[in-house]
């Protein structure tokens, strides 16, 4: 399938759908691919020209015009999955040599099958936390309205309102809706400056998706927003490290205290911390605080391929295992934001450092995230700095994952305690 200039998409006929391994493309089959998720977005790629698979000549074909009317530009259609889906290809496409890198969404590979779109992609997480038909605007404004009164003053909940309503954030939807689990974004600044950032991009050609938060919230405005949830939501999670802030651990001053204001009203609910794990001493103050689970975002666990990504301003590689090793150490629930890409994540050289990893670290869940980045740029940056060898296959990494590491849960979601 392709797109034409105006956007709409149509199959091709004599093509079969392709995806892309690092610089490899994958013929996609039936038994690769399924139903595209409910709440996935189609992309056209302007600029980019299409790979596709020539049935009658037997052959991987790049194309840029429309073969059964060649004055008609076509391009690329790639895949921005629902939670819990991870990419097993990217999108099949090749750029000019001067191209700028992609606006930053992840791009799955897709096909079109009998009546229906189909992803390449393995589900990972069946909960329905982000799903779209189960939130429905009207409730998401009634419930605006109600803290509005409730708490007048507390400025989270406002900035709350904005994530809500105008970033159309799951997170912040789900505070107002009284479900699962509340964001507490707290920080203006981060330690890091990732390649990919969806709160800050300085440089020219990429945009963040969301502005920073402008004010450090009050310990008791956080605990505020986290009591309410925690007080109307069963088995509720409450987390630090949101899309639209730097790091938390940067606002220990803030979040250290309203950890401590939660923990003496209530042992209910989960506190949890998405973190690049950059400060283990405030890791530590954290656990000690009542802190019940920490998410690290890493898109590898080889020091050269992860600063080449994170590009750390003021820690190593060295203080993010310090920092998972405390939080084990406390007897934490420590999972992996991992920031996967397909040709990367599933090179021998990357498999084998996180199976290492998992055993000096005793993590307890990966959290599989599709890198949100120009997966042609990013492969190519990382092979760079250190190749990563042959590819296994997105599926038997993590089915080989899960005979090697039986207890080790895989997901996408922040789990409450009570599924720890
Ligand atoms: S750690 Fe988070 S906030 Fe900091 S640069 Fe990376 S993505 Fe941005």
Same mark, same amino acid.
């Given at each position: 399938?392709?797109?034409?200039?105006?956007?709409?998409?149509?199959?091709?006929? *004599?093509?079969?759908?392709?995806?892309?391994?690092?610089?490899?493309?994958?013929?996609?089959?039936?038994?690769?691919?399924?139903?595209?998720?409910?709440?996935?977005?189609?992309?056209?790629?302007?600029?980019?020209?299409?790979?596709?698979?020539?049935?009658?000549?037997?052959?991987?074909?790049?194309?840029?015009?429309?073969?059964?009317?060649?004055?008609?530009?076509?391009?690329?259609?790639?895949?921005?999955? #629902?939670?819990?889906?991870?990419?097993?290809?990217?999108?099949?496409?090749?750029?000019?040599?001067?191209?700028?890198?992609?606006?930053?969404?992840?791009?799955?590979?897709?096909?079109?099958?009998?009546?229906?779109?189909?992803?390449?992609?393995?589900?990972?997480?069946?909960?329905?936390?982000?799903?779209?038909?189960?939130?429905?605007?009207?409730?998401?404004?009634?419930?605006?309205?109600?803290?509005?009164?409730?708490?007048?003053?507390?400025?989270?909940?406002?900035?709350?309102?904005?994530?809500?309503?105008?970033?159309?954030?799951?997170?912040?939807?789900?505070?107002?809706?009284?479900?699962?689990?509340?964001?507490?974004?707290?920080?203006?600044?981060?330690?890091?400056?990732?390649?990919?950032?969806?709160?800050?991009?300085?440089?020219?050609?990429?945009?963040?998706?969301?502005?920073?938060?402008?004010?450090?919230?009050?310990?008791?405005?956080?605990?505020?927003?986290?009591?309410?949830?925690?007080?109307?939501?069963?088995?509720?999670?409450?987390?630090?490290?949101?899309?639209?802030?730097?790091?938390?651990?940067?606002?220990?001053?803030?979040?250290?205290?309203?950890?401590?204001?939660?923990?003496?009203?209530?042992?209910?609910?989960?506190?949890?911390?998405?973190?690049?794990? #950059?400060?283990?001493?405030?890791?530590?103050?954290?656990?000690?605080?009542?802190?019940?689970?920490?998410?690290? #975002?890493?898109?590898?666990?080889?020091?050269?391929?992860?600063?080449?990504?994170?590009?750390?301003? #003021?820690?190593?590689?060295?203080?993010?295992?310090?920092?998972?090793?405390?939080?084990?150490?406390?007897?934490?629930?420590?999972?992996?934001?991992?920031?996967?890409?397909?040709?990367?994540?599933?090179?021998?050289?990357?498999?084998?450092?996180?199976?290492?990893?998992?055993?000096?670290?005793?993590?307890?869940?990966?959290?599989?995230?599709?890198?949100?980045?120009?997966?042609?740029?990013?492969?190519?940056?990382?092979?760079?700095?250190?190749? *990563?060898?042959?590819?296994?296959?997105?599926?038997?990494?993590?089915?080989?994952?899960?005979?090697?590491?039986?207890?080790?849960?895989?997901?996408?979601?922040?789990?409450?305690?009570?599924?720890?």
């Amino acid at each position: 399938m392709a797109a034409a200039e105006n956007g709409d998409i149509f199959e091709l006929e *004599g093509y079969g759908a392709v995806g892309f391994s690092k610089d490899q493309p994958v013929r996609l089959t039936r038994s690769q691919t399924l139903a595209m998720p409910h709440g996935s977005e189609l992309m056209m790629l302007p600029d980019r020209a299409l790979v596709a698979y020539n049935l009658d000549r037997d052959r991987f074909d790049t194309l840029t015009r429309n073969p059964f009317a060649p004055d008609e530009k076509i391009f690329p259609v790639a895949v921005f999955n #629902s939670p819990g889906y991870v990419n097993r290809y990217f999108c099949a496409y090749k750029a000019p040599e001067d191209a700028g890198p992609l606006p930053l969404f992840s791009y799955g590979a897709v096909g079109f099958g009998r009546n229906h779109f189909r992803s390449a992609a393995i589900q990972v997480d069946t909960e329905p936390r982000q799903d779209l038909r189960q939130m429905p605007e009207n409730k998401v404004i009634q419930g605006v309205g109600h803290m509005q009164k409730k708490y007048p003053n507390n400025r989270l909940m406002r900035h709350l309102e904005t994530c809500a309503l105008q970033y159309g954030c799951p997170a912040g939807k789900n505070f107002f809706l009284q479900r699962y689990e509340a964001p507490l974004p707290t920080s203006r600044v981060c330690n890091a400056n990732c390649l990919g950032c969806i709160s800050l991009q300085p440089g020219p050609g990429l945009h963040a998706c969301q502005d920073r938060i402008a004010f450090t919230p009050t310990a008791a405005e956080i605990a505020q927003v986290a009591l309410e949830h925690i007080f109307h939501v069963p088995r509720a999670v409450v987390s630090f490290g949101q899309g639209c802030e730097g790091e938390p651990l940067t606002a220990h001053k803030a979040i250290v205290p309203a950890v401590q204001m939660i923990r003496e009203q209530t042992g209910q609910g989960t506190i949890n911390l998405n973190t690049n794990a #950059s400060l283990p001493e405030h890791v530590k103050t954290l656990c000690q605080s009542g802190l019940d689970s920490m998410r690290v #975002s890493m898109n590898s666990v080889r020091q050269k391929t992860y600063t080449a990504y994170f590009r750390p301003s #003021s820690y190593t590689w060295e203080d993010v295992l310090k920092s998972i090793d405390t939080a084990r150490a406390h007897n934490k629930f420590v999972a992996v934001n991992y920031l996967n890409c397909p040709g990367f994540t599933d090179s021998e050289k990357e498999a084998a450092a996180l199976f290492a990893f998992i055993r000096d670290h005793d993590i307890n869940m990966i959290q599989w995230r599709n890198l949100n980045y120009d997966p042609r740029q990013y492969v190519a940056a990382m092979e760079t700095v250190a190749p *990563g060898g042959p590819i296994l296959g997105m599926a038997p990494l993590i089915n080989s994952l899960k005979q090697t590491f039986p207890r080790l849960i895989h997901g996408y979601f922040n789990p409450p305690k009570e599924r720890f």
